[in-house]
């Protein structure tokens, strides 16, 4: 067993799932399926209960469960003692972030850590804003900038770097879906809206349709990540309530092909800022980077 062993197990042992924990971890079910055999296999005891529906651990995956814990803390406090001799700090920092976030609030942040500490080597990997409290939660990365959940879990810190406004967008190009969206008086239950799959901007999305008493959206498509969700509006397939940072950071092409709504009554911007877990804000990279943020911390 090495430590990416150790860490795909804790994981799996956090989500109960193998297609959780495979996609969190970026490896297939098969491959993570294979690594828990191959551990099993090297124990000769049985490390989960399968069936179709639930894992769980056995007496000897429990065992696992807390030498991986343990051997995992000793490596980072053996890291954290090696940093600290050293005259610059180094190691890898792996960052989770949206497309649209690695272009409009990350370089301004990333800019000054490189600059303080140009030997940390930085692992960015872009996809949904709505997953990375949970990147961060299961260990599959050590910062994620997110919108502020309703809800964010006990285990981990919030930093806060700016808001994010929200716009009403629909195709320019004509279409029936923009005939029906810039009607003097719209009836939003005939039009087809996109939506995101979870995250804040699908709360308040909710939000303004209670307000405007829409009570059978039409949901043309619900979308993993902002960005598709603007190109899809592009393409006239219906509307979407999507960050204004999301739209002002569109190709040109696409943002050709949006019209914003106007004299829309729309609901309060969400927070965004930047999550880690708490019990991690004292190891060096982490701290280091947390330190460079203009936040507040919730």
């Excluded at 890898?92 to 649209?100: D, K, M």
């Excluded at 299961?138 to 716009?167: C, Q, R």
Aim: proline residues 7%; charged residues 20%; contains cysteine.
């Amino acid at each position: 067993m090495d430590l990416r062993d150790l860490k795909l197990f804790l994981h799996l042992t956090e989500s109960c799932h193998f297609g959780h924990t495979a996609k969190a971890m970026h490896v297939s079910p098969s491959t993570l399926s294979r690594q828990i055999q191959r551990i099993e296999e090297q124990l000769g005891h049985s490390l989960f209960l399968r069936d179709n529906r639930t894992v769980k651990l056995t007496f000897a995956g429990e065992q696992l469960k807390q030498f991986a814990q343990q051997t995992l803390l000793q490596y980072q406090q053996l890291l954290h003692s090696l940093n600290h001799q050293s005259p610059s700090l180094t190691g890898e920092l792996r960052l989770f972030c949206s497309v649209t976030a690695a272009y409009s609030h990350l370089p301004q942040v990333l800019d000054k850590f490189r600059a303080e500490h140009p030997l940390v080597e930085i692992k960015l990997t872009t996809g949904d804003a709505a997953d990375a409290v949970d990147r961060v939660q299961f260990d599959a990365a050590d910062l994620g900038i997110a919108g502020k959940p309703e809800k964010l879990p006990d285990n981990v810190s919030f930093a806060k770097i700016g808001e994010i406004p929200l716009v009403l967008i629909a195709p320019s190009l004509p279409c029936a879906v923009r005939t029906l969206s810039t009607q003097e008086h719209p009836n939003w239950n005939n039009i087809p809206f996109i939506l995101p799959e979870h995250g804040p901007s699908r709360k308040r999305i909710e939000l303004w349709f209670r307000r405007h008493k829409i009570n059978h959206p039409q949901i043309y498509a619900t979308v993993s990540g902002h960005e598709a969700i603007v190109s899809m509006v592009a393409l006239g397939c219906g509307i979407a309530l999507i960050p204004a940072v999301v739209v002002e950071n569109s190709p040109e092409p696409v943002r050709n092909r949006i019209l914003l709504l106007e004299n829309i009554s729309l609901v309060e911007p969400f927070e965004l800022g930047v999550c880690a877990l708490g019990k991690r804000l004292h190891e060096p990279l982490i701290k280091a980077f947390w330190g460079l943020l203009p936040h507040e911390i919730t």
